[in-house]
């Protein structure tokens, strides 16, 4: 089965911390993503990334960034941490293929005060 | 990537088949039709896809019209445990981005 695992599934922090949420996938896929997910807007798509070290921004990327050193590890970073960026954000990861499938790890729910 | 309509909100009984319909007139040839489920709290959890045929595997069964305009998500014997958020997504092949639509909750009654 396909694991995608996200570091911390609950995080409280202060405005203006940075802070890393971190993603694991175990299954050599060239894709990984992160998503946010708040009530009323569905999944937004903040990052990707298709090789190491490359990056695309999504639809909403400002106030974040990303770094892939190694395929399985995709981090998000929130520069300085603001009230707005509470939220769950979800990793993912796919294979390059046809029909390929995208695969969400459990989630990380972040509470900025 | 085209657009879906799903029903809000469903019913049905444990142990019985539950179908979800998923409306996706303006799908083009080479979008896929996606399942993921939702249980609250925890990241969305791929079900099955589908291009023109019908598809099969140990969770749902994935039923597509001939001319490719609905599809139905069928989990054949209904537990409390798929008491989920469905959504029906359709996604264009090597596309990177999934549009989540408000899905339908389906509620599994014992």
């Known amino acids: 089965d396909v694991k995608v695992t996200q570091s911390s599934r609950y995080l409280v922090k202060r405005t203006g911390e940075k802070v890393f949420l971190e993603c694991v996938q175990d299954?050599?896929?060239?894709?990984m993503f992160w998503y946010r997910q708040d009530p009323g807007l569905g999944l937004r798509l903040i990052y990707f990334s298709y090789d190491v070290k490359m990056k695309e921004k999504g639809d909403i990327p400002e106030g974040y960034s990303v770094s892939r050193e190694k395929k399985e590890r995709f981090s998000l970073i929130l520069e300085s941490a603001s009230t707005n960026q509470t939220s769950m954000y979800l990793c993912?990861?796919?294979?390059?293929?046809?029909?390929?499938?995208?695969?969400f790890g459990e989630g990380s729910w972040l509470t900025v005060v | 990537d085209a657009k879906t309509t799903q029903p809000t909100s469903m019913d049905c009984a444990e142990g019985r088949a539950a179908n979800l319909p998923c409306n996706h007139s303006t799908i083009s040839g080479n979008e896929y039709v996606y399942w993921y489920r939702q249980i609250h709290s925890q990241g969305p959890q791929y079900i099955i896809h589908?291009?023109?045929n019908n598809e099969t595997n140990e969770m749902a069964s994935l039923i597509i019209t001939e001319d490719r305009k609905s599809s139905t998500l069928i989990l054949p014997h209904a537990t409390l445990r798929d008491t989920a958020v469905y959504y029906c997504?359709?996604?264009?092949?090597?596309?990177?981005?999934?549009?989540f639509g408000t899905g339908t909750l389906l509620a599994v009654q014992p």
């Open positions: 299954m050599d896929h060239e894709n």
């Open positions: 993912a990861s796919s294979p390059t293929a046809s029909g390929n499938t995208i695969y």
């Open positions: 589908g291009l023109k």
């Open positions: 997504i359709v996604r264009g092949d090597f596309t990177n981005k999934l549009i």
